[in-house]
Every structure is written in C-alpha cells, then in structure tokens.
C-alpha cells in the first residue's frame, strides 16, 4: 500500500554510459513512491549525449544549481569523480571509487555501495557457504569493491585474475595491506586454484548482454564450489547457467544491483527502504526469459 505523499521531494540520477537499459531508476522511483515520497530519477547517459567523462565537472555543477539532491555514478566515471568531490566515505577512500554522491549543504559526498550490496545479497543468497579460499575474475573498479566484501564477510584467502595481470597484482597488494589477516594475492594458474577453490566471484562484463560469452572454460567448473556473479542482465548468464550444470550453488547479480540501491536511497534520502519490496519489484522488471 502506498503511503500518503509528503511534502519532500527528491531529484536524483545517473551518470554513466550506454545505461539505457538500468533498473535502478524504476526500483528507486517505485521505492520512493511506496514511503509516499516525490522522487524523481533521471539517467544522464554520457552516450546519448556524446560527451565522455570529461564532462563530469560541468554536470556535477549543473545538477547542484538544478537541485539534484545526488547521483548514482557508474562506469566510466567511478574513479573520475573523485577529485570532483569534497569529502568520502571511509569505504569509499579505500577502494578509491564512487557509485553514490551526496549533493547537500554545498557539499559532494562520495560513497561506494557496491561493495555493500555484494555482501548483503551474498548473505542473503549463500549464507552458509565457505569462504576458506575464494578464487576472484576481474580487478577493476567492481572486482576492488566485491572482493573487498569478500575479505570483510571473511574470505580466508582471496586469489586474483585479471586479463590485466598488472591490475590483479595491484589489487592484491592494496587488500592485502587491509586486510592483513587474510592472504590475497594474484594467481597464476586458474585451473589449479579452481581445483582447490571453496567458491568463485566473477566480476568481469563477460556474460553482459552486450558482450555475451565466458569468462573461464566450462570445465573449470566443479560441484565443490559455490559461483557467484556480478552481472545481472542477463539474470542467468552463461556462466551460471554452465555452474549450475556442474553442480555449483550459485548467485546472480540481481541480489548487488537491488541491495546498492537500497544504500544508496538510505543515502539519498536519510529514510530506511523495504528492501525486500525493492527486492520483489525488480523481479518483475527483469525480461521474462
């Protein structure tokens, strides 16, 4: 039932490239709707208006006199932004990106709620899964904020890849300075550490709608670990889809991309969010396969 409306409004938005096809400004609009809210969610999409992320300080500045009251960042402005903005969150100055800004009394407030959302949908969906060696696909700006989730559920050993080796050795430096009871590294031979794998993150665009396909082949795969998955659209990626047949629990990226929409309306507004609800109404906005 939608509660009655108050007189607080909310304009927010979404800075990215090519997100035509987000859900977070339905699961936002509805959210806010429900707690009878005037919230409105806009996307500024740095495609449909063919500038890059250079435009970043001129759009921040526009959206302050226009009273946005923050913005969702997403790729490719994550790291971009941060010299726009006046204070981070202590999550955020770790991983050193942004998904979620704070526009008020003057001030940009940067806060990273991707690395939230991948714990709290991981808890919800593989609550009691092994975290005892944990293999990760990817160290970009989401492969940093998943497995620095991983290491704060108490991930005991956290081994890296990326097609940039360069960048999973970086990764696992930074993590391994923060989180010193735990081993992080980069790996060298994925087939030797899925064998001796408790579990699986992929945090690559590998299995995007727009970039279809696998990250790992599929006989990697083996029924002792647990597969988790950042990329939600499509809900079941070939990767899950192909971990599923070898026997592996598994989970989508669904659960990350309502669960850092939850925090960032938190942020946004200073109310708390039925996340459950928000759960619930991004179900129906998936494409019914």
């Known amino acids: 039932m939608t509660m009655p409306a108050s007189n607080k409004s909310y304009l927010v938005g979404l800075i990215g490239s090519g997100i035509g096809g987000s859900l977070t400004p339905a ?25 890059g992320a250079s435009a970043l300080p001129d759009i921040l500045v526009a959206a302050e006199r226009m009273g946005f009251n ?14 726009l903005l006046d204070e981070l969150s202590p999550d955020a100055h770790a991983l050193g990106a942004v998904n979620t800004v704070l526009l008020k009394d003057g001030k ?18 593989l609550p009691d899964v092994s975290l005892e060696r944990v293999v990760q696909l990817g160290a970009g700006g989401a492969g940093a904020a998943v497995a620095h989730a991983a290491l704060q559920m108490g991930a005991q050993a956290l081994t890296l890849f990326d097609v940039d080796a360069s960048r999973s050795h970086i990764l696992a430096d930074e993590l391994q300075a923060r989180f010193p009871a735990s081993i992080v590294r980069a790996g060298d031979s994925l087939a030797d550490e899925l064998a001796r794998a408790s579990g699986m993150i992929h945090a690559t665009p590998t299995g995007m709608a727009k970039l279809p396909g ?3 082949p599929a006989e990697l795969l083996h029924g002792g ?7 939600y659209f499509p809900i079941r990626t070939a990767l899950l889809q192909a971990a599923e047949a070898a026997g592996c629990r598994t989970l989508s990226g669904g659960g990350m991309a309502v669960y850092q929409a939850v925090d960032a309306f938190r942020i946004f507004t200073g109310l708390e969010p039925d996340a459950e609800r928000m759960f619930a109404h991004f179900q129906t906005l998936l494409p019914r396969e």
């Open 214 to 216: 696998m990250p790992l």
């Open 70 to 83: 923050g913005l969702n960042v997403t790729y490719p402005c994550k790291q971009q932004i941060i010299p």
């Open 108 to 125: 940009r407030i940067g806060h990273n709620t991707d690395w939230s959302g991948f714990a709290r949908a991981f808890e919800r969906g």
């Open 225 to 231: 670990l647990w597969v988790a998955d950042i990329v």
């Open 27 to 51: 699961m936002h609009e509805e959210e806010g709707s429900q707690l009878g809210l005037r919230y409105v969610y806009r996307r500024i999409d740095l495609e449909a208006l063919k500038v």
